[in-house]
Each structure stands twice: as C-alpha cells, then as structure tokens.
C-alpha cells in the first residue's frame, strides 16, 4: 500500500491525493479513435463493477498507480473568505492496495450485508475527452448514476461527475489512472458510498 | 414510558426503536435536557467563526464570542422562524435571514430590521428578540458540548466518573483534537442502536466484521469470524453515571488501521508512554495502549485506537444521521494526522468498509420494530449480568470480560431514568442508587419474557 506516482501534468495535495483537474485549461481531443477508447474502457469498467468482476476491474481497468479519490465537501458560503479550515473530507483515498483490501473483502465469503447479492447499475454519459499534454494520457469528464437494489425494499441512487486521468500503459490498453469525484448530495441520503463509483 | 427498561433483568422493550411517542419523550427527556455534542474548539479558533449543528432535532449555530467564550444560539429567526445560517461553517460578523432580512450579531443580538422605523413605528423590542440561546455551552478538553437545560449538571459532573477514562486520550497525551469536516450520511435505524453498539458491543466484532478483518488485517484480524475468543482478562466493561460508559480491549490500540500505519502510531505511542506511565500510572498507561470503544450519553459515540469520533442525530424513529470526525492527538505530525484521518474514513467514514456492515445491522434491528407482535418483545443485554461491581481502582461500574454487556446496561438504565424523570432533580435521586441497581441485578429464572 505504498503511495503512487503521478504523472508530470497532475498535481496533488498532501495527502497524496489528486487536485480538481481545470478542463478548460486543456485540449479537447479531437481524436475519435482515442475518444471511442475511452469510451470501451469505461462502459467496460461499468460492466466489470455491475457484474460483480471486481479482481478483472482491477487486472483490466486500473493502472497499478491508480489513486481513487472521492471527497466530500462542507457547506459554506460562497464568499466565504475568513474561515481557513479544510472544506474537503475524503470519503476514499486509496491506492492499488487498499482497494484490493476492499475487493479481498467483499470476495472473502463472509461479507453477510452483501447476500443475497446486491444489484448495481451504473450509467455513464456526458463524456468529454481531453488531451492533458503528457504523452499518452488523456483527461476525461464523465457523469455517472449508480443505482443499488438491495434487499427486496432498498433502491439507493447515486449520482456523481468522475474526473479522470487515462493513460496508454506498456501493454498497449488505456488505463485508468487516477479517478476524483467531489460528491454532490453532502449528507449520504442512501445510507453509505461503499460502492465503487 | 415506565415499561421500557428492565434493569433487574437485563432487558428493553423494542417499541424504543419504533414508536413516535417514545421519540417524541426523548426529543424532551433526552435531547433538551442532556449535554450535547457540538463542535470541538479547534474547528472555531477566532471570534466570528461559526458551526452549525443539530441539538436532536433542533438545530443550533455555534459562534466563538469576541471575548473568546462559546455561545450557541437556535438556527432559527425570531420574527417567523426561517432559518439563520445555511452553511455548516465559516466566518461571520453578522446571520442575516433570508426570509425579510432580520440581522443578528455573532453575540445572537437582534442588530438590525429592514425599515424598522417606517414599518414598526418604534413598537418592535428588539432587545427580547435575540437568537434563543442554548443554555448551557461549555467543552471538555476543547470537546464543546452544548444542553437546553439550564437544572442540569455541568459537564464536568455529568461526565463524572467516565473523566477517568475520557482523559487517557483527552488529557495524558497532551490533547486530542478532531479532524474536520466530518462525512455525513442517512443511516435508516434508530439513533440508539448506533449508540449502543459503541457504548458496549465487542461481541460483534468477530462476526459482523468478520470480512473486514480478514481483509484488512490489523491488530485485530484473530477476532474473524469468530475465530477466537480474546483470552479471560483480556479487556474490561464500564458503565458510568447518566449512561456513559465503554468496552477497553487491552493492548490493540491501532484497532482497525492497517498495518503499516498501525506500526507508525505504536512507533508514536511508545514514545509517549513512559511519560504517561509517570503521571498517569502504568494502568491508564495501558489504556493508552488499548483499543476503547465508548459512548457519551445519549448518542455521542467515540473508537479510541480507531480514531472515530461520531454524532448520532435522530430525525426520526427510523432516520439517524450520522457525522464522523477523526480524532488525532494534537501535537502528531501533519502527515501522520492526515493518514490516520484517511484511514478512518476507509474504515468507518461513508465508505467505510467496516462501517456499513454495523449500519446494516442497525437498520435491521429498527425497522423489524415496525411489526406490531415483533415490538411486543424484549432485547436482550443480560451477557455479564450478575458480575458487575465496584472496584477500588477503577471507577463506575466494571464487568471483568473483553466481551460483555455491562455498559448497555448502564446506558439503557439511565435512559429509562430520564424518559421517566420529569426533571433534572427528580433523576439525582438516582445518584445514590444507580451502582447497586446495576451490581444487584441478575438473571432470574423466567427472564426473557420481559416485565410481566
Ligand atoms: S423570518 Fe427571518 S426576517 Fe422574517
Ligand atoms: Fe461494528
């Protein structure tokens, strides 16, 4: 569980974790091919999620990098100025080998809360491929609702715009890098985010 | 509400999860009445800075006067009742409503009223339309806790007997202090199940993490699925006075971290110790070292060692929402603050991978409530029952097991106290009575029917 490199063009706190990435300083990429590859990967990546084949999201979709981050953000006004304590709370920060440990669990047979299984459906769209100016990597904007049916009563939506950073690893596939979601509902309405978004 | 609790035996009714008359006698007996968790000092250093927080269902703002005192004040404006702050933190010379535009200062004081002269021709008192003040704010350890009650104990003496406790890592480290913001989410249970797990439930913890032990590892990986049982004399069960108390687990402090971090703080912690051992003696020196968990009546809730510090806050009978900080003792270095805040969050935060296993369990045991025969029946808390006692050392009431439920006990007999009480006097009675009530009880033989 070490702490993982980042690329040259990606800045990170001290936490290790990525900043917001400022789109409109990037390059659309005008490249259909590249942009259809990011969409395979990523409607891929759903699927993996959906179907439960977590230890293939993780051979198939992340690069060994990856720095997953999801925050949360307090409520303040908007011209607040004088109050200097951190806005943000980091609801995951975690690298290859804590989201591991989370796929081990989930896989270890013991997890009661998850049987019977629970059904996920996630839904991407509004996807935006940039060019970030490093080699082989790319800068990508999607929204996405999550859907959790659980049980024959609970039905948990959550909806989330993911800001990713994609990368050609030697293998020849894209990969995904680092993922930060600022998390829109401040107060989980659907009880918990222990889900991979 | 007198059939609730039952002491002697060990037993509660399940209609304390459910019924809207009980909810509604705690939002009275419980949360107007009881010191509350609000902010811990740090997150308002400076005169003007605010936080907003939740008083059981009412809502509070709570602002660093200019004399440096804390003053908490409803969320609510004083001409109709539209709320003052929508924020949960930040800066402030002045709460303005939206609604018309009343303005108040940061003391609560009504400053200003948009064409007051014209409109209230001089027939508005402004001075006895303030913010409505929280009676009683005062922190312990720069721990703010806030009470409607002005008959009540102060805090000092309403935490009493659990400062012993509270101070091993309040106090003898040096102070601790909270990681903000906190996460927040909707948790469907009632507010005491959440609160009573913490205050005194080690015997889930193989079972209902069995999972995340085996894939987290951590010092307390053995416990998996039930695996072993911690050895006789491995830990320790409190109840103290108004229904605190905790559960210690000797000497697995790190608890839930994961391992390279969990070396880090003993590498941290093993430096501190010897000093700790000299002022504090080698037994709360150990309690450093140990893993407690524990709740400050009625639903403040705290991992010592996992480093959760946590408000349950009832919006219903059904609806809690939960706000977790983490806590860090105060002159750790940044880094090591950061890790172990991030690390709760992994564990025990919104997507804590520990956490949502307690959640669901919470949301079982309060929505089967619903059921008409199912709330006719009793909970048990008899596990230790018959063993607690007093002990020159330690104080409260103790049950000499890792694994016990000592501590429900004690918070449920307090809950039954004040949800009967009409007033603060009325509950010191208890004061004299509560140990032997607690020492005396036991398991007869038809226990498990509840109260006939
Ligand atoms: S309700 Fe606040 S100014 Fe009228
Ligand atoms: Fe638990």
Redesign the pocket.
């Known amino acids: 569980m070490g702490q993982s490199t980042v690329a040259a063009s990606v800045s990170t706190d001290s936490r290790h974790a990525p900043l917001p990435l400022e789109f409109g300083k990037f390059e659309p990429c005008i490249d259909d091919t590249a942009c259809r590859e990011v969409e395979r990967l990523l409607h891929r990546e759903a699927r993996l999620l959906d179907t439960e084949q977590f230890s293939e999201w993780i051979e198939q979709v992340l690069d060994p990098t990856i720095r997953y981050v999801v925050v949360s953000r307090q409520l303040r006004y908007r011209k607040e100025r004088r109050y200097e304590a951190p806005s943000e709370v980091y609801i995951f920060n975690d690298d290859l080998g804590f989201l591991k440990a989370r796929v081990a669990q989930f896989e270890s047979g013991m997890q009661w809360r998850t049987d019977p299984p629970e059904r996920y459906r996630r839904l991407v769209s509004n996807l935006e491929v940039f060019r970030t100016g490093v080699k082989d990597e790319l800068a990508v904007r999607s929204n996405l609702l999550a859907q959790r049916s659980r049980r024959a009563y609970e039905v948990d939506q959550f909806v989330c715009c993911r800001e990713d950073i994609v990368r050609r690893c030697p293998a020849g596939t894209m990969r995904l890098v680092q993922r930060r979601i600022d998390f829109d509902e401040r107060s989980i309405a659907g009880r918990n985010l222990l889900l991979f978004l | 509400m007198s059939a609730l609790i039952d002491v002697p035996r060990g037993l509660q009714s399940a209609r304390i999860y459910h019924d809207s008359d009980v909810f509604e006698t705690e939002m009275e007996r419980v949360f107007a009445r009881c010191w509350l968790f609000l902010t811990h000092e740090n997150a308002i250093p400076n005169p003007g800075d605010f936080v907003t927080a939740r008083m059981g269902m009412d809502e509070v703002i709570v602002v660093r006067q200019k004399d440096r005192s804390i003053k908490a004040f409803l969320n609510a404006c004083r001409h109709r009742g539209a709320r003052i702050c929508p924020v949960e933190a930040g800066n402030a010379r002045s709460f303005v409503c939206n609604y018309h535009g009343w303005s108040y200062g940061a003391d609560g004081a009504l400053n200003s009223v948009p064409f007051e002269k014209e409109l209230y021709k001089g027939r508005l008192d402004k001075s006895s339309h303030g913010l409505r003040e929280v009676a009683g704010v005062s922190s312990y350890h720069g721990f703010v806790y806030g009470c409607f009650d002005p008959a009540a104990p102060s805090l000092t003496d309403y935490l009493g007997e659990a400062r012993w406790y509270l101070d091993i890592w309040m106090e003898a480290n040096g102070g601790a202090e909270l990681i903000g913001p906190p996460s927040r989410s909707m948790v469907h249970c009632n507010w005491k199940a959440p609160s009573e797990?913490f205050v005194g439930d080690a015997y889930?913890?193989g079972w209902?993490?069995a999972a995340a032990l085996k894939a987290g590892g951590g010092l307390l990986a053995p416990m998996s699925g039930n695996a072993g049982l911690p050895p006789e004399g491995a830990g320790l069960q409190v109840a103290t006075r108004y229904g605190h108390g905790l559960g210690i687990l000797y000497d697995t402090n790190p608890g839930a971290h994961d391992m390279p971090l969990a070396n880090d703080i003993l590498a941290w912690q093993a430096k501190k110790r010897p000093a700790i051992e000299k002022a504090y003696g080698a037994l709360r020196a150990r309690y450093y070292g140990s893993h407690i968990n524990g709740s400050v009546f009625p639903n403040n809730t705290y991992l010592w060692g996992s480093n959760l510090f946590k408000v349950w806050q009832p919006h219903g009978p059904n609806r809690t929402e939960c706000f977790t900080w983490a806590i860090v003792e105060q002159d750790m270095p940044t880094d090591l603050k950061q890790r172990i805040a991030d690390s709760m969050h992994r564990t025990f935060g919104t997507a804590g991978y520990?956490e949502a296993d307690?959640n669901d369990n919470m949301e079982s045991e309060s929505q089967l409530s619903r059921g008409y025969m199912t709330r006719q029946g009793f909970m048990n808390a008899q596990m230790g029952i018959g063993g607690d006692r007093e002990d020159p050392e330690l104080p409260g009431i103790v049950g000499e097991s890792a694994i016990g439920e000592t501590s429900y006990r004690g918070y449920f007999r307090f809950y039954g106290e004040t949800m009967n009480a009409a007033t603060w006097a009325d509950m010191r009675r208890g004061d004299s009575t509560w140990k032997r009530e607690l020492t005396e009880a036991g398991v007869a033989p038809d226990a498990g029917h509840g109260p006939a």
């Open positions: 797990n889930h913890v209902t993490h520990w307690d």
